[in-house]
């Protein structure tokens, strides 16, 4: 056992190296307008996205159960999830090419960050061993990643306002950049609704209540709402530019609050994995 | 009751309501809810935020959820989305058959019926029934429409039920040890019920016989159950095996076996004076050989110190299925550790000023017991609001409206009814076609 833990932490720094090197070749590649440089990145992700792909289902027969338990676990898969949500919503949505440039930081950040989280094997309580709980917690992770990348529009729409020069000027135009970081709020806040509704029927079924008001529902469900004060304001009062991108932000924040903020925390139930 | 009407859909006033909801909720994580605090972190906080403390009593801070105010908060917007949803579907309807241009981009002029039937039919818009006239309407996606209405639709039902279901809802928990039974007219464990419903009571008696907790040979828990049984008033016996997240049905009641579950270990307490005491204290199942389980803090009527335990599941280390657990107590007084000791079945030691004594150990389990009607409409609304959600966000509607001409051609208009951005190379590709196809 104490083999498999070490070849699961040195395959885990391995792709760590392949994501860094991906985010230096991007950032250098759009930076400096450099199509090659851009390109090899994505290969470079899409190496480290395979790597990952089998570390994680490795751990998986290893410890028995998905990457969910341990903070590594979850921080590790929510690395993975960002990077392959990048890399499938840039086929379906070309425009959102420039998001790598905090698509790439964050999975690796991510994924190193789990690894100083004492990396070992948990044991699955009775509890968690329900489909919803795959379900609740897959769709929370594409939400992540769709946040994240509508988020990192809306940075880059406050910093093209602010001066359309040099790389910038590169990026799509300010309409584009405001329209889809909307889209991909409006994607963000229907995968986490549909996550929280897994999420009460496994309590339903594991605990006999469909909502008890424990903080990270709490905070949960603020985030929800907070998105949907945000898609309101943008369909109904024509929200939008930089009152809707700062809006956003915050708007972001709050769902980190509520994904890792609550479960470092906050005493609630969902802090189990991160005891 | 048409201002009513205005007033409850008022754009600011859904806004306002999702903000004040938001904000509500902000504040139950600031100030301690009863629901989820214990006396001493309530008592903490009070002490720490006198100056507050006024306004937390008059609004009943800590138990927001509970309070009139926040269910009529619910409830407005409850009639708010309701009565917009239905506002939204007479809408929807009417722009659905309407050949209106005034939004829609003029792409093309004066093009066959033929090809634009044709150039609509490529690329997926189907064709739509219009009133009257001679114009000429096709949409992709048409069901887009109604993501935005079955959203709400489904938000209503859930929130609306929710409410019923707080109203009507009661359940109760016990913990029993292996062989121990209840009845109705014994206290629940905890327990809880809606305003309109009177506390739940078994109809029978209740026994745990028997508590399995399965370990594989790595250690590794594979699987809680408890065997339990009802006896009615007339005497028969009803045997069933509750687990976790399989649930059991009684009459009508539903058993929940919870995550809390483990050994009870009974400990004779023998004070100065000679005076014995009988204690089971419940700890929750360890779930590694190197790992204890632990109790909550308990405190006792013969002794002004609390105490708390722990156990491991084998003195050596080893086994999760050994015979031979270790017990640690502790005293505490003020929340400061006073003494210590630990313990193996029959052996004796001091804690503090009293002898200690490890008499057994049984399996114990918590059970719920649960009457809830209207979870069924809730999970329908969940499937609602998934629904209408990924409708809208996954599936925009676009119109392709042709309006004809005195010469018998169209004039070509399209419409993305949001995200239009996202379709416009979509747009882009059909004005070619008509173009290639006019010049034909």
Known sequence: MKLSLELYISANWAVVVVYVLATISNVAGVLFNNERMERISYWGASLGLALHSLVIAYWWSVVGHGPYMAPNEVLSSDAWAVMAAFLIFLRIYPRIKPASILAFPSAFLMLALSLFYNPGIRTLPATFRSVWLIIHIGLYKISLATLVIGCALAIFYLLKQRGDRGWLARLPTLETLDVYSYRFAGFGFIFWTIGMLAGSIWAHQSWGRFWGWDPTETWSLITCLMFGAYLHLRRFFKLKGTAAAWFFIACFIISLVSLFGMATLSGSIHSEYFK | ?440
């Not at chain 2, 903490?44 to 008059?58: E, M, Y």
């Not at chain 2, 029993?176 to 905890?190: M, T």
């Not at chain 2, 239009?420 to 290639?436: C, H, L, P």
């Open chain 2, 1 to 440: 009751m048409n201002k009513f009407k205005q007033f409850i859909t008022a754009r600011s006033i859904s806004l306002g309501l999702i903000l004040m909801l938001a904000g509500v909720m902000y504040i139950s994580t600031l100030v301690p809810q009863q629901i989820d605090s214990t006396p001493g972190t309530m008592e903490a906080w009070r002490s720490g935020h006198a100056s507050w403390l006024w306004l937390v009593d008059v609004l009943q801070l800590h138990s927001i959820y509970g309070q009139p105010w926040f269910a009529a908060t619910i409830l407005c917007a409850a009639l708010s989305l309701g009565v917009s949803s239905y506002d939204q579907l007479v809408v929807t309807r009417r722009k659905l058959h309407s050949t209106a241009t005034s939004s829609a981009e003029e792409i093309a002029v004066a093009l066959s019926r033929h090809l634009l039937e044709s150039v609509a039919h490529t690329n997926r818009y189907r064709s739509i029934k219009i009133g009257s006239g001679d114009n000429l309407k096709f949409i992709k996606n048409p069901w887009g429409y109604f993501g935005v209405i079955l959203l709400h639709v489904g938000m209503t039902l859930v929130i609306l039920v929710s409410l019923y279901v707080s109203l009507t809802g009661r359940q109760g928990a016990l913990m029993l040890v292996e062989g121990e039974q209840r009845d109705g007219r014994q206290p629940w464990n905890a327990h809880q019920h809606g305003l309109m419903v009177a506390p739940l009571q078994l109809p029978g008696a209740m026994r745990l016989d028997r508590v399995r907790v399965h370990f594989d040979d790595k250690n590794r828990q594979q699987e809680v159950s408890s065997d339990i049984s009802f006896t009615d008033q007339s005497g028969r016996t009803e045997s069933l095996i509750a687990s976790i997240n399989r649930i059991q049905h009684y009459r009508g009641l539903r058993i929940y076996h919870a995550a809390q579950y483990g050994d009870a270990f009974t400990v004779t307490f023998t004070d100065r004076e000679g005076n014995s005491h009988v204690e089971r204290i419940m700890v929750q199942q360890a779930m590694d050989p190197a790992k204890s389980g632990y109790s909550e803090d308990f405190s006792v009527t013969w002794s002004p110190f609390l105490f708390d335990a722990k156990y491991f599941a084998d003195a050596d280390r080893k086994s999760m299925l050994s015979t031979n657990p270790e017990l640690f107590l502790r005293m505490l007084d003020g929340g400061r550790e006073t003494a210590r000791t630990s313990l193996t079945r029959g052996v004796t030691a001091n804690l503090g000023e009293y002898r200690v004594k490890f008499d057994r150990v049984e399996k114990w389990s918590k059970l719920i017991i649960v009457d809830i009607t209207g979870i069924s409409a809730i999970f329908a609304g969940f499937a609602i609001i998934m629904l209408g959600g990924l409708i809208h966000y996954m599936a925009p509607p676009r119109e392709l409206i042709g309006i004809r001409q005195r010469d018998g051609n169209y004039n070509i208009y399209w419409k993305a009814v949001y995200f239009r951005d996202f379709f416009v190379e979509e747009r882009d590709q059909m004005i070619t076609t008509f173009n290639e196809g006019s010049l034909v």
